[in-house]
């Protein structure tokens, strides 16, 4: 018997493979329309849930609560300003009273002050006395506002002197401010 | 209608082979053209529709921040106290005026140089620039002064300590002791106040700990102006050189 016959004819396969290409065409159509239509949705509805109405009617209200604040708020705002600026103005200022101020302090008591000038950037000083212990000590004291206190700094001893006539030393020092 | 795809190849199309084609496809059109639409609508609709989200989003985020801008600045501003706001600004304005303060400068050395035994002699001004266009951001536009002192050394430095603790607020840039008489050169500053308009949306924050702590500082200043002449942003006030001041409010 041969067993190579085929029954079904070919015409027939070809017809079921076509349709069932068809099936597969409209279940996809149907999906993708099913799919599309979802996500239309669900976008759809995420957009008109987004709370900008709200959230734009709080801030009138707030906003007018707030107008009838204005004054206090402009006062406010200076307030903050004038705060800032001044904190700027104050860290800016150089230290010229204090470097006077530690001047001072360092001058022995029977030292005399000649003279002082102390700018942002130098300081240059005579002082005289009639002990030479007293001048050593304003050295030391001055060198300490460099070495210790970091005030000064390129301490220069530019002149010491003795008035035979007086009795009276004189000491010239010049240094730089440290900034 | 021939149409020749290669050199080989020639296929005809005509009205009975394309009636014959539509008659064995016309089953795949509908989910073809399905499938189409769908794609054309996810490009022109929901395309554009998730655009659409995230713009409303971040339309969304910075409403809300703006939103909570104003409910703290309002917060702050119902909690904070009229009156202290407004002494607060005026002591500030005082420290730091809008504009040039000679009476607030004249009124300082006269009061520094009493309360140090000072006898102050002649004193100069230098007005500097007073276009005021430099004066934005960090600028700080002085009035400078020279003035001669006389007195002893100590009291001479303790008029330059005292005078940096006086409001308008100064900075000592030279000092020059001889003898019993001194020089000193003083900056007092001032700065004006900012010319933007202040709408209710402007943000405000409460005053850092810094603030406060100078606050503080500023109000233990010897101050001249504070009993007689405040100075309250709001007032028309006129300069001795022709600058004004308006409302801020």
Redesign the interface.
């Known amino acids: 018997m041969c067993d190579s016959i085929n029954l079904v004819s070919p015409k027939n396969e070809q017809l079921e493979n076509e349709q069932k290409?068809?099936r597969i065409?409209?279940i996809?159509?149907?999906a993708?329309?099913l799919?599309?239509a979802a996500?239309?949705v669900l976008?759809?509805v995420?957009?008109l849930t987004?709370?900008?109405n709200s959230?734009?009617t709080?801030?009138e209200t707030?906003?007018s609560?707030?107008?009838a604040?204005?004054?206090?708020?402009?006062?406010?705002?200076?307030?903050?300003?004038?705060?800032?600026?001044?904190?700027?103005?104050?860290a800016?200022?150089?230290k010229?009273?204090d470097i006077?101020?530690a001047l001072?302090a360092a001058t022995p008591d029977d030292l005399s002050?000649?003279?002082?000038?102390?700018?942002?950037k130098q300081i240059s000083l005579i002082m005289s006395g009639g002990s030479l212990i007293s001048m050593n000590k304003f050295i030391d004291n001055v060198t300490m506002l460099g070495q210790q206190k970091k005030i000064i700094k390129n301490i220069v001893v530019q002149q010491l002197s003795l008035d035979v006539k007086n009795s009276k030393y004189s000491i010239s020092i010049q240094a730089d401010v440290n900034k | 209608m021939n149409i020749d795809i290669s050199d080989s190849k020639k296929i005809n199309v005509d009205f009975e082979n394309l009636a014959l084609l539509y008659k064995h496809y016309k089953e795949f059109l509908l989910p073809v053209g399905v499938i189409l639409v769908s794609i054309l609508v996810i490009i022109y609709v929901i395309f554009p529709q998730i655009q659409q989200y995230f713009n409303s989003q971040n339309l969304v985020k910075a409403e809300q921040l703006k939103l909570d801008t104003l409910r703290n600045n309002y917060s702050l501003l119902t909690s904070s106290d009229d009156a202290t706001i407004t002494a607060d600004l005026n002591t500030l304005s005082l420290a730091l005026p809008s504009q040039k303060d000679f009476a607030g400068i004249i009124d300082a050395i006269s009061y520094v140089s009493a309360k140090t035994g000072v006898t102050v002699g002649n004193f100069e001004f230098s007005l500097g620039n007073l276009s005021a266009s430099n004066f934005g951001g960090t600028v700080y536009p002085s009035t400078k002064i020279d003035l001669s002192l006389e007195g002893s050394a100590k009291n001479i430095v303790n008029f330059t300590h005292e005078i940096v603790k006086t409001m308008p607020v100064a900075e000592v840039t030279a000092v020059n002791i001889t003898g019993g008489t001194g020089s000193l050169t003083i900056l007092f500053y001032y700065k004006p106040f900012p010319s933007q308009n202040i709408s209710d949306q402007t943000q405000i924050v409460p005053l850092s700990a810094k603030q406060v702590s100078l606050m503080k500082d500023i109000s233990s200043w010897n101050s001249v102006g504070a009993a007689g002449l405040p100075v309250i942003p709001g007032t028309t006030a006129t300069s001795s050189a022709g600058t004004s001041a308006t409302s801020p409010f």
């Not at chain 1, 002050?113 to 942002?120: H, M």
């Open positions: 290409r068809l065409a409209r996809s159509a149907f993708v329309m799919f599309v996500i239309a976008v759809f995420i957009n987004l709370p900008i959230i734009k709080s801030e707030t906003l609560n707030i107008a604040l204005h004054k206090k708020l402009v006062q406010y705002y200076f307030v903050q300003d004038r705060a800032n600026n001044l904190s700027n103005v104050i800016k200022r150089n010229v009273p006077a101020d001072l002050i000649s003279s002082i000038q102390i700018d942002a």
